[in-house]
């Protein structure tokens, strides 16, 4: 820019032409939480027979 312009200036050029930026949207959720829960595969066995086993 040849000139320079303080942030109150800024400001009042932007709101006269209507200046606004682009907004992303962001993603909802629409899934229940019981729809994103896995059964449990061990089933609350944790006796091991041998390191890192289950």
């Given at each position: 820019?040849?000139?320079?312009?303080?942030?109150?200036?800024?400001?009042?050029?932007?709101r006269n032409y209507g200046i606004k930026a682009n907004m992303q949207k962001k993603h909802k959720r629409i899934k229940r939480h019981e729809e994103h829960v896995n059964d449990s595969l061990l089933n609350k066995?944790?006796?091991?027979?041998?390191?890192?086993?289950v």
């Amino acid at each position: 820019m040849s000139f320079k312009a303080g942030l109150k200036r800024v400001i009042t050029c932007v709101r006269n032409y209507g200046i606004k930026a682009n907004m992303q949207k962001k993603h909802k959720r629409i899934k229940r939480h019981e729809e994103h829960v896995n059964d449990s595969l061990l089933n609350k066995q944790f006796n091991r027979q041998s390191k890192n086993g289950v």
